[in-house]
């Protein structure tokens, strides 16, 4: 199947419940092995056991931001190529972003009360995450709010390509800003800081999260071409009435 | 294994992760439920695609 195939929804559908059974089944196994490993790894020498936080934290808080540059690379199909699937994959993308988001903020909160004494600081790295965050349901809620889905995905597309400035502001916060938030550990300059007992249970974690991600997004897409289908026939049979 | 002083923290960080990615799937699964539903619905009804409604090309035989 040649990738053009793929703009055809119906030979997407069909690619997805055919890969769907096994991204199920790998995601299954990396959280299992992820999870195994976080179990077992050592404590950290200065935070003790809440270094456990991290293999769910960190890899929410980087998926908050992949899915919102994967929505910009699909606002672009949208804008320039007008891709028949770009606006379905972006509108299926935002509640998964929204949710790693959440799940970055609460887990990094829970993380910090007993690190840093409180659940929140209004410095820019919780902030701009808190803003991207905002985003997010913003974006929801304008998909709800326009009934064409065409429409709502070119005002969802240029929001998109505008809250991706946000991205940057967010990986950078640390460096350019004083925050309570610790500078990259991990994809840095010089090598990863975190040791290697901790970092490969951090990376197969951050690879399941991103399974996860794929395999709900490209579940979630199918049943957004299907309710489209629905939406077509039921306008068609009110135009015969 | 001892979570220390802290578990409380570290256990309810894992619940909520938990919640939220169980919330996720049964969104998803629910969602497809429902579209197959109306798709199956509107096609009981007669409802169907124009390209469904075509029947296939024949191609005349000749003798």
């Known amino acids: ?241 | 294994m001892d979570l220390g002083p802290h578990a409380g923290f570290i256990i309810g960080a894992y619940v909520i992760a938990s919640v939220v990615v169980a919330a996720l799937v049964i969104w998803v699964t629910v969602d497809h439920a429902a579209q197959k539903r109306a798709l199956a619905d509107l096609e009981r009804r007669g409802i169907t695609r124009r390209s469904a409604e075509t029947p296939p090309l024949r191609i005349k035989e000749t003798a």
């Not at chain 1, 997805?16 to 059974?21: D, G, Q, T």
């Not at chain 1, 890899?59 to 899915?67: D, E, K, Q, R, T």
């Not at chain 1, 709900?216 to 049979?237: C, F, K, P, S, Y």
């Open chain 1, 1 to 241: 199947m040649a990738l053009i195939d793929l703009a055809n929804p119906t030979r997407f559908v069909t690619l997805v419940e055919r890969v769907l059974p096994w991204l199920v089944a790998a995601t299954f196994v990396a959280f299992a092995y992820g999870l195994y490993g976080a179990y077992w790894a050592p404590d950290d020498y200065q935070q003790g056991a809440t270094v456990k936080i991290m293999f769910i934290h960190v890899p929410n808080a980087w998926l908050s931001m992949f899915v919102w540059g994967a929505m910009s690379v699909a606002a672009l199909g949208t804008l320039v190529w007008r891709h028949p699937l770009a606006d379905v994959a972006a509108k299926c993308a935002a509640p998964l972003g929204a949710a790693f988001t959440f799940l970055a903020l609460v887990t990094g909160s829970l993380w910090g009360r007993p690190m840093w004494g409180t659940y929140w600081v209004w410095d820019a790295r919780l902030t701009s995450v808190l803003v991207l965050f905002i985003m997010y349901l913003v974006l929801i809620a304008l998909w709800r709010t326009v009934d064409d889905p065409s429409r709502a995905g070119r005002a969802a597309a240029v929001l998109t390509l505008v809250g991706a400035v946000n991205l940057p502001i967010i990986k950078f916060s640390v460096d350019w800003w004083n925050t309570l938030h610790q500078p990259a550990s991990v994809f840095r300059m010089g090598g990863s800081t975190v040791d290697r007992s901790m970092l490969i249970p951090l990376a197969v974690m951050a690879v399941a999260f991103t399974l996860l991600f794929i395999t709900l997004h490209l579940a979630a897409m199918r049943n957004e071409i299907m309710r489209r289908r629905v939406r077509t026939l039921m306008l068609t049979q009110a135009e015969r009435a």
